[in-house]
């Protein structure tokens, strides 16, 4: 099984290899969601897994979502002619007066590499720029990052954003929150629906959110 | 037991004996010190109205004033290498170029960020590649401009441990000029280039070091430096990557700082570092900040006991919890269960994890080091 291969070739981090596999399987006709599913989905859910257990760490979930990307970038295209759509869309960004963005990038990867559809607002957003975005993109999801102390008010002023648009408009979005200061205490008081510790939890909380 | 001098109580806690009490640092190195909001509502609390003196790089954090440093017994000092002159550049009022290439950006609460480098965005990097750094001069006299009489002065004012601060750390300076996933990436991809990348910064940072110490003569007591092995729940990259790729330079570092000077070696890194400490104790570590004891694996008992005699920990009250959102009591409390755990046989200097953070109430700082230096230590009986 040449899927197997794929699989395997995010494992070792070659992004070439997926490239090469890939594009070889395509010609060969192999359905693309399969190689979506079973060959780039599955790496990086066993690569979370063990990031989560603590057995691999950060680069290697960097290399991974790399080498899925590189995947992603031959099969979208031809997902989206075919009118298979992403699984969901999230509006992602660091809040307003923040400009930390390593673990956001490293959640937006790794959703975009679980078949999420991401659109990345950058650091140092505004509240209403989520709203916007959101809106704009039909989003099933925001999600926000925070690395300060400091910026933790600024994510509650952010939150309180989003859930008052969610009542008052047609907005109807879930929050997942974030970053070093917060927690599942704080993100409840906040008012937020879910915190993610890590990223493959974030991709947990995201899949849980559009069932 | 009799009463000790600082820079006594500092050294004789560095070498694993019990003190009176219990060392206190307070601004003594970039991560050890304050943030300015808290210091003006500090400056307030305390009745004190002086002008507030800010660290020159990190334009937010605060250097404490004697007073302040007096009203809380500090035993520490800040020592600090000058500035480069040259090769530097202002892009706007919030944004700058080092000496090294990196353009720096100012967020809103005064916190500055790299954005780009010399080796940014490059896909696979070589060895060769590293010609595209203007590698700054480690004998640039900016860095060395009234060292030696800052340092004089520093000890002629007093008995205390002063600490000399490193201008870089060795996995930051990498990430500052390469990015911090794509450095990270180069660990397992590209170990040419970055063992290369290594080098370079390492030898620019002995020759620093060496000059700086040669130019104190003597007037220092602790030299710090710091990188970020980890993140709050684990270290940043395998710690068999750090034994293969790191692990010799810092060793390198560290051993010609020790065969140039007297002096104890001060070392930050943030996060679930304790995969990590054996092997600092390895390359030469006497000290390990901040002591993050909230992230995984970090409780300070554990610590304690598995490396009680041999690795000294300085930091260790909590800035994420109970400075920021204890009561003094509460805070005053933590600081007697740190200082009675860690205290026994020495090996313990007091401090916040990291710096005191903005949202730090003056009540709390307060009560910090005031039981600090107040509180009598049943080991110390």
């Not at chain 2, 404490?64 to 017994?73: M, N, V, W």
Request: charged share 25%.
């Amino acid at each position: 099984m040449t899927v197997e291969k794929i699989y395997a070739a995010v494992l070792d981090y070659d992004d070439d290899e997926v490239v090469e596999l890939v594009t070889a399987e395509l010609a060969k006709g192999t359905e693309p969601q399969v190689m979506l599913d079973d060959g780039l989905v599955a790496a990086l859910d066993t690569v979370g897994e063990q990031f989560s257990e603590g057995t691999l760490f950060v680069p290697e979930m960097l290399m991974a979502a790399d080498a899925v990307k590189a995947g992603l970038d031959l099969l979208r295209p031809i997902l989206a002619e075919s009118g298979i759509k992403p699984i969901g869309t999230v509006v992602i960004g660091t809040v307003k007066g923040d400009l930390h963005d390593i673990g956001k990038n490293l959640v937006s990867m790794v959703l975009e590499g679980a078949g999420f559809r991401v659109v990345d607002l950058g650091t140092d957003v505004e509240p209403e720029k989520f709203v916007d975005a959101a809106q704009e993109n039909d989003a099933d999801i925001v999600a926000l990052s925070a690395l300060l102390t400091t910026s933790m008010a600024a994510m509650e002023r952010a939150v309180g954003v989003v859930c008052k648009a969610n009542e008052n408009s047609n907005l109807n979005v879930r929050i997942m929150v974030g970053g070093p200061p917060v927690t599942d205490d704080f993100a409840e008081k906040i008012g937020a629906d879910g915190y993610g510790v890590d990223a493959p939890t974030a991709v947990g909380l995201a899949r849980g959110f559009i069932q | 037991m009799a009463a000790m001098a600082s820079r006594e109580r500092v050294l004789a806690a560095l070498n694993f004996q019990e003190t009176d009490r219990i060392p206190i640092d307070f601004g003594s190195t970039i991560v050890t010190t304050i943030y300015y909001t808290a210091y003006d509502d500090l400056k307030r609390e305390l009745g004190l109205d002086h002008e507030t003196v800010m660290l020159a790089k990190l334009k937010r954090l605060a250097v404490p004033d004697s007073a302040i440093l007096k009203r809380f017994d500090v035993d520490t000092r800040y020592l600090a290498l000058g500035v480069y002159e040259g090769d530097q550049k202002e892009l706007d009022d919030h944004s700058y170029i080092d000496e090294w290439g990196t353009t720096w950006k100012q967020a809103e609460d005064g916190h500055f960020l790299f954005v780009d480098g010399p080796f940014f965005g490059m896909k696979k990097p070589k060895h060769e590649d590293l010609s595209l750094c203007n590698w700054p001069d480690p004998d640039n006299p900016g860095y060395y401009r009234g060292l030696a009489e800052r340092a004089k002065a520093l000890r002629a004012s007093g008995d205390k441990a002063i600490i000399l601060n490193m201008p870089n750390g060795l996995v930051h300076q990498c990430q500052f000029l390469r990015g911090f996933g794509d450095w990270l990436k180069d660990l397992y991809k590209s170990k040419e280039f970055v063992t290369g990348l290594m080098e370079n910064i390492s030898k620019h940072w002995i020759r620093v070091a060496e000059n700086a110490l040669d130019a104190c003569d003597g007037n220092v007591d602790i030299l710090f430096f710091g990188d970020d092995l980890a993140t709050q729940q684990a270290p940043l990259f395998n710690p068999e990557i750090y034994r293969e790729m790191v692990k010799p330079v810092h060793a390198r570092m560290i051993g010609a700082v020790k065969a140039r000077a007297d002096v104890k070696v001060l070392y930050h890194s943030c996060g679930s570092v304790e995969p990590m400490i054996e092997d600092l104790i390895d390359v030469g570590v006497d000290a390990l900040n901040p002591v993050q004891i909230s992230a995984n694996n970090m409780e300070p008992e554990m610590l304690k006991e598995k490396y009680d005699g041999r690795m000294s920990f300085w930091g260790g009250i909590n800035t994420q919890r109970v400075l920021p959102l204890g009561t003094p009591e509460e805070v005053r409390a933590e600081v007697q269960k740190m200082v009675e755990l860690m205290g026994r046989g020495g090996g313990y200097v007091l401090n916040s994890v990291h710096n005191i953070q903005g949202d730090v109430p003056a009540a709390n700082i307060v009560a910090m080091f005031d039981e600090a230096r107040s509180y009598h230590p049943s080991w110390a009986n």
